[in-house]
């Protein structure tokens, strides 16, 4: 996170505040995991919460995954938070917690969030961590207004997230595909008379109109977007799309739209496209739910499966730095 974006917490009503901002959207019957590196925030994790009968299943499953990430970002300190009620998130927290220390990670705090009140698990000072909780109100927080003011969003829940990059429906999607089926007619009459070469230099300049229309604020039309949809799927093209793809956030803008009004069947590239722009900007919990509608589309789609096995590694978006290149070309 740049100084710029960078948030000031000094506080657990300031972190339990700037969660939210961290993840994209407010976690509900979720754990949170924070891990810092050094005083700063260095990655933050969202699981649901287990049955409470089940809590040691559910970490067997979800904690080798965690604490791989966590190594990968060289925490040295986490942050664990429940929201919840206490009898769902006790167990969790419970659970979890020596796990961390086991696997030699410190333990700075773990906290319950229940009702605007948060409780810690490990602080016994009344003063400071009364045993009824302790009050607050992320609205009228300076931090919230700071998120605000240095760029940050936030959605109700995860769900808005997902619902944010839905196919559309109604007439739109009538439009797109009328304009999707003759952008396929299109496609194969251009390959019996071009052939393969023809094919992608289209695909290059159809890309390249599309970042230069997004640059400027403009979208694609339908004829335009089902277009590009229809030739996507072809590697070389989809690579040209990748390579001109950052973190710009006009990019994350470009390829959420493409997602959202592709034909649902042709969303894996522009999906996991969306995934990548996100994951280079910073957009986590969007990454996850840009590959979970990549895979939808195409459960075996191997950009989106490189994507989501990053993700979950919780590897930095560093190590795609400078993909794709000619080997990659030959496995993706």
């Known amino acids: 996170m740049s100084d710029k974006h960078r948030l000031p917490i000094t506080s657990p009503a300031d972190l339990i505040t700037a969660v939210p901002y961290l993840l994209g959207f407010h976690p509900t019957d979720s754990l949170v995991l924070i891990g810092l590196t050094g005083p700063t925030v260095a990655v933050a994790s969202r699981t649901d919460l287990p049955n409470p009968a089940d809590a040691v299943d559910w970490a067997d499953e979800v904690m080798p995954q965690q604490l791989r990430m966590l190594h990968h970002a060289d925490v040295t300190a986490t942050i664990v938070i429940g929201y919840g009620p206490a ?18 990670f410190d333990v700075f705090d773990a906290l319950r969030v229940t009702d605007r009140r948060y409780f810690s698990y490990l602080c ?11 009050p607050f109100d992320p609205d009228r927080s300076d931090l919230a207004l700071h998120a605000i003011v240095a ?16 196919p559309i429906d109604g007439p739109a999607r009538a439009a797109v595909t009328r304009a999707t089926y003759q952008a396929r007619a299109r496609r194969r009459a251009l ?9 992608i230099r289209a695909g290059e300049a159809i890309v390249r109109e599309t970042f230069t229309r997004y640059a400027n604020d403009q979208v694609l039309t339908d004829d335009e977007l089902a ?6 799927p072809i590697t070389a093209i989809r690579d040209a799309a990748w390579r001109a793809t950052d973190s710009q956030p006009w990019h994350v803008a470009l390829w959420s ?29 969007l990454a996850s739910v840009a590959v979970e509608r990549a895979l939808q589309a195409n459960p075996t789609y191997s950009l989106a499966q490189l994507i989501d096995r990053m993700l979950r590694e919780g590897l930095p978006p560093s190590v795609l730095d400078g993909w794709p290149d000619q080997s990659m070309r030959t496995t993706l």
């Open 227 to 232: 277009w590009l949809t229809v030739l996507l």
């Open 257 to 285: 739209d493409i997602t959202r009004r592709a034909q649902p069947d042709l969303a894996a590239p522009p999906a996991s496209l969306l995934a990548f722009a996100a994951w280079r900007s910073g957009a986590g919990a």
């Open 191 to 199: 390959a019996a008379q071009g052939g393969h070469g023809a094919l």
């Open 151 to 166: 760029g940050h969003t936030t959605l109700p829940d995860r769900q808005a997230l997902v619902a944010s990059i839905a």
């Open 87 to 104: 009898t769902q998130v006790t167990p969790a927290v419970d659970t979890v917690t020596p796990r961390l220390h086991t696997a030699g």
């Open 124 to 134: 016994q000072n009344p003063t400071c961590c009364p045993i009824d909780g302790m």
